[in-house]
């Protein structure tokens, strides 16, 4: 009867047991089904008020909403979530279920609500992010309405409201830019800031959201690398905003330019390691045909995975600034590297084979698995600045960089710069390329033979 007068009672009960560590008895969830009202039209602040303090609790959350979710308590508040429940995710990086994974990425947030103005938004906007997953068509999109429908039942004002839709329809928009983009070009800023229609707040709220989504995904997801690319560009985005000046192109540091010196003396590759926090690697090499094929081949022969490459040509020589991070163990002798790359460079080593035979040592084993998806080369113009964007979707493989790049290097391509994002299983490689003349303009007949190549490379 009480449950029956107090529309909120269902979620004090959830958020008392999250605060207290206690879990709710199973007579009292039983009886709580049996009788508690279901919340379809705009909510009472107080269930609102609930509602945040339960989604608040971190991790405690997880084990409230399961026993909610077993009684139909959940699905009765959310109706929107029977899409997601115990929906399989699409690719190996996620460990969770979508509906338990949302659950995680809240429990998430909650470690982060005192670096936003409003946390409330976030906590929702996290447990809401994927809600579209499951329905067809693109998830954000579909997320976006759905997201808005829950925040206009849950009572919010309608400004915020639209700020909730906003958050799922473009919670992958940092991510991606910052993985997939050069940070050091103004247009890569613009675009994120027009997105947004300068929203500070929404940037805000997308950056926590970031965060709370690759660490609830799995190990790894969240990394060093990716927290140092989302801030960079989040903290490039509020200068834009702000009026101020956007830092121009890094110059060569130091260390490139003394490896510059040094094989411009002798002939000879360098290689400088550097164990930061991503870790970086220094390549410099003559200035050929195929230099940033075997660079990346050979980073790839000792078990270094590359997320970022900056190219650069001081005189005659090429260098090439890697992020990488190993994939076994820790970071490789630099003697090594110069030692296989000189090989490499003057015939001696054959990477082709080399690689195919780490990649069948590292093959793995056990029954049979599901061929990969074909690899997809995707265009996108006037996301640059004097360059184009190849976008390449493929199955990781070890060398995947180092084929790739020397498709493009016999394509003629001019690269300027280089970003992987690997998700499980899954790769995204993404290349600014200039056309003839430095131009960014690539003509239809040269886009088809660079994608034709690039597809071969990556699919054999």
């Not at 399989?88 to 429990?107: G, K, N, Y």
């Not at 992010?129 to 499951?134: A, L, Q, V």
């Not at 067809?136 to 639209?162: I, K, N, T």
């Not at 990346?296 to 005659?316: K, P």
Request: glycine share 10%; aromatic share 4%; proline share 7%.
């Amino acid at each position: 009867a009480s449950a029956a007068r107090d529309p909120a009672l269902v979620l004090r009960v959830a958020a008392t047991a999250a605060r207290t560590g206690m879990p709710v008895a199973a007579g009292t969830l039983h009886r709580l089904a049996d009788t508690a009202p279901e919340l379809r039209t705009a909510w009472p602040h107080s269930a609102r008020t609930e509602l945040l303090s339960l989604l608040g609790t971190g991790r405690p959350l997880v084990d409230v909403v399961e026993a909610l979710d077993r009684t139909g308590l959940w699905g009765r508040l959310l109706p929107e979530w029977g899409a997601v429940r115990d929906l399989p995710p699409r690719d190996r990086a996620h460990v969770w279920t979508v509906d338990r994974h949302l659950v995680e990425a809240c429990a998430q947030a909650a470690r982060l609500t005192t670096r936003v103005a409003r946390p409330d938004l976030l906590l929702v906007g996290a447990l809401l992010h994927d809600i579209g997953k499951g329905r067809g068509g693109d998830h954000s999109e579909v997320g976006e309405s759905l997201a808005v429908q829950v925040g206009q039942r849950l009572g919010f004002p309608d400004a915020d409201v639209a700020v909730l839709g906003r958050m799922v329809r473009h919670h992958l928009l940092l991510p991606h830019t910052a993985t997939r983009r050069d940070l050091e070009d103004p247009a890569t800023v613009t675009r994120v800031v027009e997105t947004l229609d300068g929203d500070v707040l929404l940037l805000e709220l997308l950056e926590a959201l970031a965060e709370a989504d690759a660490l609830a995904t799995g190990p790894g997801v969240w990394s060093p690398w990716k927290r140092t690319l989302i801030h960079d560009l989040a903290n490039r985005c509020r200068a834009l905003l702000a009026g101020k000046s956007l830092p121009g192109p890094t110059p060569p540091t130091a260390a490139a330019t003394e490896l510059a010196g040094a094989v411009e003396a002798d002939g000879r590759p360098q290689v400088l390691l550097d164990p930061g926090d991503p870790a970086g690697a220094v390549v410099a090499v003559p200035d050929r045909h195929g230099s940033l094929a075997a660079a990346a081949g050979v980073l790839a022969l000792h078990s270094l995975e590359v997320h970022a490459a900056e190219l650069a040509t001081l005189g005659g020589v090429a260098v090439f600034t890697f992020t990488v991070s190993p994939r076994f163990g820790g970071l490789p002798d630099p003697a090594l590297l110069r030692s296989d790359l000189g090989r490499v460079l003057d015939g001696t080593l054959r990477l082709p084979e080399a690689l195919a035979r780490k990649e069948r040592d590292y093959a793995p084993r056990g029954p049979a698995v599901e061929p990969p998806a074909p690899p997809r080369v995707l265009w996108f113009d006037d996301e640059a600045t004097g360059a184009v964007v190849l976008e390449l979707r493929a199955t990781d493989r070890i060398g995947l960089l180092h084929r790739v790049a020397t498709a493009l290097e016999d394509c003629g391509a001019d690269v300027r710069w280089a970003r992987a994002s690997t998700l499980g299983a899954s790769v995204v490689d993404a290349f600014g390329l200039g056309g003839a003349g430095g131009e960014g303009a690539l003509g239809r007949a040269e886009r088809q033979r660079i994608e034709m190549a690039v597809l071969a490379a990556a699919a054999g």
